[in-house]
């Protein structure tokens, strides 16, 4: 996920989106304009685009000089950061006790503290080496500006600009700096920077690897805090794995949660005739509470998922452009709450519990209070 596409940021739009589907069924537009889709089906031919009925579109290589391509580069830059990715997090397991302890005992204010600790988790594999001594600190403000749940709304138009061109400027000097050495990368911004040389100015290229702060430390972030926000609330019955938990997170709060893409030419969804140049949404989000495709679909239930994967479930987006982070995302949230509720017993304080609606579905801001299992047998004895 990246910052390319933005759906309009207005608290209300998911309110709006529900009461139009409970009123109109799963294909519908709304005043402001624009076709919105929760049926699973022609949701997947939409993000498949087999028939190239829309502008080729992926919001995780948009930049702003355009779409990163050809296709060859982008396929690479994802192949080679999961790999880097798998063996980063292979190689990490031993550093998870000590970051829960550091972001999250015992008590702390969510999403923020997830995503802070899935930066402090994953900076040595965004960026092992650099140049300027200013670039790690500039990121660290990325992720205080730009992907904290709220962020945006919270900076000014100017700070915003700002701190996009310093950041910008450091990483295509040290892309430049990369570029200039042999051997294979050493992180995902030489992943990135090998990946587009000598094609590409070293702008874009940071554009993208932005794309994988967002994607590893806003996108995973607060699915973490998600599953927590849901632990927290819910003991689930029996002996519910946890991937069974994260799933369950993710299909009642995906964190992308709204897809726009753009008609290239005329064509026809169901009933609704589509023009060139009208932007059409997958509302991922409506698709994983549809009636017809989930019992109960408004309820936390994660002993739902014990069969084959469910047709109403596209939490990674689908076809050639699905995510390719999606299973090392779920792996390491299963983990991460595996170290957590191993240990502690969590608890949940939530003032407002309507989530935060942005580029990213995020959850509200909510106390996570931890305490340990022994302590906690100790007090009910
Ligand atoms: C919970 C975490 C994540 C979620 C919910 C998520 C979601 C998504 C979605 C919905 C898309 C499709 C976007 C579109 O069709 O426009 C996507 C694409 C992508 N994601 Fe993720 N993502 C996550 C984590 C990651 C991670 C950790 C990586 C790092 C490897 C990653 C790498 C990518 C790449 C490279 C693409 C573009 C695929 C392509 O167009 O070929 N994502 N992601």
């Known amino acids: 996920m990246s910052n390319a596409w933005v759906p309009p940021l207005d608290d209300r739009l998911l309110e709006l989106l529900e009461t ?3 009123e109109d069924g799963d294909l519908f537009t709304v005043a402001s304009g624009g076709l919105y889709v929760a049926d699973p ?9 087999a028939e190239g009925h829309y502008v080729e579109h992926s919001d995780f290589f948009h930049t702003s000089a ?4 050809p ?12 790999e880097l990715l798998a063996g980063f997090i292979q190689s990490s397991a031993g550093r998870l006790d000590g970051l829960v302890e550091s972001h999250l005992w015992p008590s702390s204010r969510l999403p923020d503290a997830a995503n802070h600790l899935l930066a402090d988790y994953f900076r040595p594999a965004l960026l092992a080496t650099h140049t300027s001594s200013r670039l790690p600190a500039a990121l660290t403000d990325v992720v205080k500006h730009a992907v904290l749940a709220g962020a945006r709304e919270r900076r000014r138009r100017w700070q915003r600009a700002l701190l996009r061109r310093r950041a910008h400027g450091l990483l295509a000097a040290e892309i430049v700096a990369r570029r200039r050495e042999s051997g ?4 995902l911004l030489g992943v990135v920077a090998l990946a ?3 094609t590409h100015p070293p702008e874009q290229a940071g554009e993208v690897f932005l794309s994988l702060l967002f994607a590893t430390t806003g996108s995973v972030g607060f699915l973490l805090a998600w599953s927590l926000f849901l632990l927290g609330q819910h003991e689930p019955p029996g002996q519910i794995p946890l991937s069974a938990t994260v799933r369950e997170a993710l299909r009642l709060w995906p964190v992308a949660w709204l897809f726009g893409r753009v008609a290239a030419r005329r064509h026809r969804i169901g009933p609704a005739v589509v023009e060139p140049g009208e932007t ?25 998922w014990g069969g084959a994967n469910p047709a109403a479930f596209l939490p990674f987006g689908w076809g050639p452009h699905a995510c390719t982070g999606a299973a090392l995302s779920l792996g390491l949230v299963e983990e991460l709450l595996r170290v957590i509720t191993d240990r ?18 995020a959850p509200p801001e909510f106390v996570l209070s931890l305490s340990t299992r022994a302590q906690r047998g100790g007090e009910e004895r």
Do not use: M
């Open 280 to 304: 059409v949404s997958v509302c991922t989000y409506l698709v994983h509470r549809h009636p017809a495709h989930w019992p109960e679909p408004n309820t936390f239930q994660p002993q739902r």
């Open 184 to 187: 294979p990368a050493a992180d």
């Open 71 to 82: 296709r060859e580069i982008q396929q690479r830059i994802g192949r080679e950061a999961r």
């Open 196 to 198: 587009t040389a000598p």
């Open 20 to 22: 139009r589907f409970a």
């Open 344 to 361: 502690y017993h969590l608890s949940v304080a939530v003032d407002d519990p309507r989530p935060h609606t942005g580029p990213a579905l």
């Open 66 to 69: 355009g779409v990163l391509g």
């Open 41 to 49: 089906w022609h949701a997947k031919q939409i993000l498949a685009n």
